[in-house]
């Protein structure tokens, strides 16, 4: 019963992990590198009669090229919502409205701005870090009391290792994919 508790407080400290990882992506796909991305506005909500609703619930957001992005609302009265929005979003990015699609043109990324934008990427890198720690903490503390309880102490120092190895993993995950987008950014 109780290594069955062990096990189980690994695998959710695994899951927690996981969903770290997943969070890194998701925030990183959030930093422009100068290339136009629909996942830049991801997150960006709209006031849509009243209540706010996700930006691609209201409108078809995609590039024309590699430095514009297109928005084109499903209703026209929406075009003022969604350039509010966008100003409101603080994003550094002018929206440019023609009646019937929106464009912004992503500028190309000063060298300054690019610095700026690596050292946003690896406090996500770090957030995601703490997030680990969190969740090896938690597994940790389950041992421990599964130990107090009578699972034998050498099995319990196996699994502490086990989630530290499994903690070393994650980590070098996380160093890897704030390096990928390190040099995404720094690419001109």
Known sequence: MVSEEVDMAIDIAQEGMDLA????NTELSKIRTGKASPA??????????????PL??????????ARTL??????????????????????????MNDGEIIRINIPP???????????????????AKISLRSSRHKAMDAIKKAVKDGYPEDAGKRKE????????????????????????????
Do not use: C
């Open 40 to 53: 830049m506005l991801s997150g960006l909500l709209v006031d849509y009669y009243g209540s706010p609703t």
């Open 21 to 24: 990882i997943e969070h890194l």
């Open 56 to 65: 691609n619930q209201v409108s078809n957001v995609g590039t024309s090229d």
């Open 161 to 188: 290792d086990e989630v530290d190895k499994m903690v070393h993993e994650y980590t070098d995950k996380i160093d890897h994919i704030v390096d990928v987008k390190e040099k995404d950014i720094m690419t001109v």
């Open 109 to 127: 990324l000063t060298e300054e701005r690019r610095k700026i934008l690596v050292k946003q990427a690896k406090h996500l890198g770090e957030d």
């Open 70 to 95: 297109t928005i084109q609302p499903w209703e026209k009265k929406m075009l003022g919502a969604i350039e509010q929005a966008i100003f409101a979003a603080n994003l550094g990015l002018t929206p």
